[in-house]
Antibody, heavy 115, light 108 residues
């Protein structure tokens, strides 16, 4: 399965956003999809994982309540969304396939939040 | 939550040398549930090692992982210029999984 993420976004604080991660070349529903944040110049942060088969989710408490993970199996796509962005959400966001270790990664979506 | 501490922060070595990167956990990583990733400049991370010592598909045998309990090591033998990257460890004992802060490998 290869993962293709949506393009870069520039948003204002308080705006909503939904970024996507489309799988191709395999059985999308059989593998968990994880999300990882990388703030500018910083390390990797595990945000959570979602299972496309039944939408079971496991969030990092540090992110729970601020982001929502979802999937649409019919189009082999996972989503990460915010209802009210903050400047501190400025980061690169990666999706990756895997329940425990992250086997292959998308190219990343750069989200910039600035007034 | 398990905290992973990587050392050194930066490692500067010459081509052909051996690199030894450390990842220490704040508590036992059961069943050796530890992975290593490589992130080259401007690229997404790439899985190198899982289960502390199993190489991912397509990873050269210059890369090896070892360790157990709370102390784990990634060894890169015979460094090549293309190994310039930041290397991260990650546990998957229980959620939330966490990453170490990374070790930057510079090639002289």
């Amino acid at each position: 399965v290869q993962l293709l993420q949506s393009g870069a976004e520039v948003k204002k604080p308080g705006e909503s956003l939904k970024i996507s991660c489309e799988g191709s070349g395999g059985s999308f529903s059989d593998y968990w999809i994880g999300w990882v944040r990388q703030m500018p110049g910083k390390g990797l942060e595990w945000m959570g994982i979602i299972y496309p088969g039944d939408s079971d989710t496991k969030y990092n408490p540090s992110f729970q309540g601020h982001v929502t993970m979802s999937v649409d199996k019919s189009i082999n796509t996972a989503f990460l969304q915010w209802s009210s962005l903050k400047a501190s959400d400025t980061a690169m966001y990666y999706c990756a396939r895997g329940w425990q270790w992250l086997i292959n990664w998308g190219q990343g979506t750069l989200v910039t939040v600035s007034s | 939550e398990i905290v992973l501490t990587q050392s050194p922060g930066t490692l500067s070595l010459s081509p052909g040398e051996r690199a030894t990167l450390s990842c220490r956990a704040s508590q036992t990583v059961s069943s050796n549930y530890l992975a290593w990733y490589q992130q080259k400049p401007g690229q997404a991370p790439r899985l190198l090692i899982y289960g502390a010592s199993s190489r991912a598909t397509g990873i050269p045998d210059r890369f090896s992982g070892s360790g157990s309990g709370t102390d784990f090591t990634l060894t890169i033998s015979r460094l090549e210029p293309e190994d310039l990257a930041v290397y991260y460890c990650q546990h998957y004992v229980s959620t939330p999984y966490t990453f170490g802060q990374g070790t930057k490998l510079e090639i002289k």
